[in-house]
């Protein structure tokens, strides 16, 4: 049901012909209100789309009628031009919808460097408004995919609210941002600060301790869009619970499509001095390659655990980290524990647990294994 | 003629057993002075090997009258059994030598998390006692080397004076530290501290600036010794020009073996408003894997260039950005520039010029593409 679960909301998925083949490439979110509320968290690299910078400007009075995505081209590192393009995106959906281009949002994923053929995507905006619909959830989520094999929503419904959402991405998943696009709607009765405060907490925690292959987008859009439409004012703490498992569910979805990957691999580092330390730890594990490639062989490689571990700041002692992998603590007080050989590998999903010693805080990041077919993946494909 | 150019140096080779398959794993250098000065650079790794913790405090009193280096163990993460295994080997070189075990420096590399066959090395030491010789440099220089396909030398004579040196490294090579085992030495008469200055110099343009795959080892080490056989007080700067030029040389061949490569790749960042931006941009830009997987590919695919640069702190404007790949300006103005199709990318060096546009600041960063020959070697490879 993706973003249609929600009362309030239709939506379009089509194909305006952006890429090659007739594969669906546009999609289209509206909100039908009674609210327009809305919060976004974007990419914190500093080459940002052109799609990217629009949004921000959109995003800025918490007001959003409706979001335009499309894949097969970024529109980004495209200039003047291309933030016209983006303009001009927005103001076609504005004089089909009868809204403000002010109030339209724009997300675009693909190629870097290429112009978006506005030839067929002002067209594809026309079709897509002709099609939307309250079941259409589906067909918007497949049109936002790229490498993505499979297309990635969710649904959540609290008491008396409903929070759905769809998300692509399968390589460039990266933190310190929102890590893809996704757009999440809900019916519930929510101004557009607590929004802000519920999604960015959500992500912080979600979509931002996703870590595929360490590489930023200059893409990465999240929005979240209340309509309003149950009537239903949620308990704020059981709304915020309700966004953030829609992230989770979205992110173990996108770990578990991403580029080439044989393994899903879980990194959770406790007994940390501070939660920033948990996670610089987890991302550090999360981004050595040759851990990566060692995993992938299946390889309960410990020792490149914690030669990740001792490239960070984090507080600790060489002399007590302690490292399980699937379980078996095979590294205690920084050197030889259990058995290596006790570790089974053979399943996708691994479990490494980094013990700091020196603290109570804790965090968990995701990250897959490093193959050939990611290589092959994107040394073939430009992306 | 590696570590035994200069005068006054002898070297072994040996296989001592530590291997398997009887290959060469044990090294010795030894200074015959009559000067004993030395000077060395370790990982910045928090998480460093017993002979890193051990050479760290031999080389304080700037005094060094041999170095035992072994491969087929790197003695990481092994406790305080494998801190006296350290020990014990400085011990049976100095018993064999004469020499004080506090004068001994020791260097391992392989795999972390096993403790060393000492039943083994320490009869090693002692046949590499009795090889001893002024033309062993190169045997020395292959008996370090682990997954190198190639052993490193390199040589540079000054006016009166020589500098020669040998190198291991193959995989894990990343800036902010040594980068792997070097030992230089020199005849030169130079006392410690000028040493000193003069290698964290070199070392800070050259194996600082190699990130072949962005992982740091926990045993990097380069030392510089001096003999002062050749009874020449050299000009500072003719000498430390010297000691760059072996080191840069080492580091090109560490570039052109690394582990699966295909490319070998030279990032040169201009504009800069400082070289510290101009580093850091290079490093992101070297550690990108989309990236390095999009050269491999021969995809001059310069977005990932900008993405890469984009995650850094570094002074700059994404309107002004430009960046050429192999002399063609692919990106001007953060935007479309030539046609990419003009780059020729056939062969092994790729040059990629990223121009900020933001000072007059420069650097140099060399790193690999990623390949599936990389995924191979570092998944079947317990390292």
């Known amino acids: ?143 936002i995919t790229t490498t993505d094999s499979v297309h990635k929503t969710a649904v959540v419904r609290g008491e008396g609210f409903t929070v759905g959402g769809m998300a692509k991405g399968a390589g460039m998943l990266a933190p310190g941002l929102a890590t893809m696009l996704a757009v999440l709607t809900t019916d519930a009765d929510v101004d557009a600060a607590t929004l802000d405060t519920v999604l960015r907490r959500a992500t912080a925690v979600t979509f931002d301790r996703v870590d595929s292959d360490g590489c930023m987008s200059t893409n990465d859009t999240v929005l979240l869009l209340a309509s309003g439409a149950s009537g239903t004012v949620p308990d704020t703490g059981a709304f915020a619970a309700a966004v953030q498992e829609v992230c989770q569910d979205l992110c173990r979805q996108l770990i578990g499509d991403a580029e080439g990957a044989s393994k899903d691999i879980r990194i959770e580092v406790t007994g940390a001095a501070s939660e920033a330390d948990a996670v ?8 050595n390659n040759l851990l990566k490639c060692a995993l992938h062989g299946e390889d309960p490689n410990w020792g ?20 399980a992998i699937n379980g078996v603590w095979v590294c205690r007080n920084g050197s030889v524990g259990e058995d290596r050989s006790l570790v089974d590998m053979r399943y996708r999903e691994v479990r490494i647990t980094a013990d700091l010693s020196a603290g109570e805080e804790s965090a968990v990041i995701w990250t897959n294994d490093l193959t050939a077919d990611y290589v092959h993946e994107n040394s073939a494909y430009s992306s």
Chains 1, 2 share one sequence.
């Open 1 to 143: 049901m993706s973003v249609t679960a929600a009362q309030g909301f239709t939506a379009a998925g089509i194909a305006a012909g952006i890429k090659e083949g007739g594969k669906p490439d546009l999609a289209l979110v509206v909100n039908q209100g009674p609210r327009l509320a809305a919060a976004g968290v974007f990419t914190s690299n500093r080459v940002k789309a052109a799609p990217v910078l629009w949004s921000q400007q959109v995003i800025k009075d918490g007001q959003v009628s409706a979001v335009v995505l499309n894949s097969g081209g970024a529109n980004a590192c495209t200039g003047p031009l291309g933030f016209q393009d983006t303009h001009a995106t927005a103001e076609k959906a504005a004089e089909m919808l009868g809204h403000s281009a002010g109030d339209i949002a724009v997300a675009s994923t693909g190629l870097i460097g290429i112009r978006l053929p506005m030839d067929r995507l002002l067209p594809g905006i026309e079709k897509a408004c002709a099609e939307l619909s309250a079941h259409s959830g589906e067909k918007a989520a497949i049109a």
């Open 280 to 287: 610089e730890v987890g991302r550090s594990i999360a981004r």
């Open 304 to 323: 490149r655990v914690l030669s990740a571990i001792g490239t960070t700041s984090a507080v600790f002692d060489p002399d007590r980290l302690n490292v």
